[in-house]
């Protein structure tokens, strides 16, 4: 669903080092969410935004940061990456109904 | 918060065989009950969902049910072909803002392989 873009695609980085993933949206949504992915695991909550001015953490938001600078655009932060960061990350929005997943972005942390 | 068991983690089935996928939840306010198909190295698409009000929806070939009482729902797909195999997530939500949808707590997620 091009609706919902994420960039970049993938990413190698290393321990220590900062890196942003960057979320942007063109269904007018208002709800906002990044979720990591992975194996056996589903998909678990990181942070979410109802609107431009609400952020909440979701179950796993220790490591990580957003920023909702527009409706249509939501980052995640990692300030100083580890490995067991390494994942599938996604970014999703939602109206009043369904939730809209971004192609995902792949993360390893070396 | 929110807990969603799903079972099972893999699943095997002959092509045209029925598959069933069940998930329980633990918050009683949960009232909206997506299902999620991934397949391999693509994001996650709704394929059916239900709401607290509706004890059984259909699509098809696939079909949700949900037991308020027991907390828990299934996926239920018949006459499964090939193209069907993907792993299939549940999830629950209690929604906000008086609409249905809010944060989303997923299951495990199962594998699904159909054998033609």
């Known amino acids: 669903d091009a609706d919902v873009t994420q960039t970049p695609r993938n990413r190698i980085t290393k321990t220590g080092k900062r890196i942003m993933l960057e979320c942007s949206q063109t269904k007018g949504h208002d709800r906002m969410y990044w979720y990591r992915q992975d194996p056996g695991l589903g998909l678990r909550l990181i942070y979410y935004?109802?609107?431009?001015?609400?952020?909440n953490k979701g179950e796993i938001s220790d490591g990580y940061s957003v920023s909702r600078q527009a409706q249509a655009k939501f980052s995640l932060s990692l300030e100083s990456a580890i490995p067991n960061q390494t994942a599938l990350y996604f970014c999703a929005t939602s109206g009043d109904s369904e939730g809209f997943f971004g192609p995902g972005t792949r993360l390893t942390v070396l | 918060g929110e807990n969603v068991e799903q079972h099972p983690s893999t699943l095997s089935v002959q092509e045209g065989d029925s598959a069933v996928i069940k998930c329980t939840y633990s918050?009683?306010?949960?009232?909206?009950f997506p299902w999620y198909k991934q397949e391999l190295g693509k994001r996650p698409q709704l394929i059916i969902d239900i709401r607290s009000n509706v004890g059984e929806k259909k699509d098809q070939r696939i079909a949700v049910t949900l037991n308020k009482t027991a907390k828990h729902f299934s996926l239920h797909i018949t006459e499964t072909q090939p193209e069907d195999s993907a792993v299939y997530f549940c999830a629950a939500s209690s929604g906000a803002g008086g609409t249905s949808y809010g944060k989303l707590t997923f299951g495990q997620g199962t594998i699904l392989t159909v054998h033609p």
């Open positions: 918050d009683s306010a949960s009232n909206y």
């Open positions: 935004s109802f609107d431009v001015k609400d952020i």
